[in-house]
C-alpha cells in the first residue's frame, strides 16, 4: 500500500535533483560573461535536458558512464593532489599543460583498464596514477622552485 508514497518519493527527488542542475548551469555560465542571464541558461538547459530524454535511447547508457568517469576521476585526481600534497595553485601555463599531460595519459589508462581483464576497474587505477604523478611534479616544481 506504499506505492503512491514511493512513487512521489521518486518524483520529487527527480525534480529537486534536476532543478538544481539546471540552476548550477546557468549560475556557472554567469561567470563567463556579465552579458549571460542565467534564469534564461538554467530553462536552456532543462529543455535541452527534456528533449535528450526524450530523443536519446535509455537502454544503454553504460558507455556514456564510462566516459563520465574517464574524465572526471583523473581530474579529481589531479586536483586533489594539488590541493592537499602540494599545497600551491597553479598558475602558469607550463603547470597547466603539465596538468592537461598527466590528465590525458590517466584518461588513456583508464579506457585501456576498461577493455583489459583487471580485478581492480579502471577508476583506481587511473585515479591513483595521476594522484601520484602530480604529487611527483609538484614535489619536484617546489624543489626546483618553479611552477610546473
Do not use: C
Amino acid at each position: 500500500g506504499l506505492g503512491i508514497a514511493g512513487l512521489l518519493i521518486i518524483v520529487f527527488s527527480t525534480v529537486t535533483t534536476t532543478f538544481l542542475d539546471a540552476w548550477s548551469a546557468g549560475i556557472s555560465s554567469e561567470s563567463l560573461s556579465k552579458n549571460i542571464n542565467g534564469k534564461w541558461i538554467a530553462v536552456a538547459a532543462t529543455v535541452i535536458g527534456m528533449i535528450g530524454a526524450i530523443v536519446y535511447p535509455m537502454d544503454d547508457i553504460t558507455e556514456f558512464l564510462y566516459l563520465i568517469g574517464s574524465v572526471f576521476a583523473p581530474m579529481i585526481a589531479i586536483l586533489l593532489a594539488d590541493y592537499f600534497v602540494n599545497r600551491q595553485q597553479v598558475q602558469t601555463l607550463s603547470a597547466y599543460l603539465v596538468r592537461g599531460l598527466i590528465w590525458a595519459i590517466a584518461v588513456g589508462l583508464y579506457h585501456y583498464m576498461l577493455h583489459s581483464e583487471s580485478s581492480i576497474g579502471a577508476t583506481l587505477p587511473a585515479f591513483t596514477i595521476a594522484f601520484i604523478v602530480t604529487s611527483i611534479v609538484g614535489f619536484i616544481s617546489k624543489t626546483a622552485n618553479t611552477l610546473l
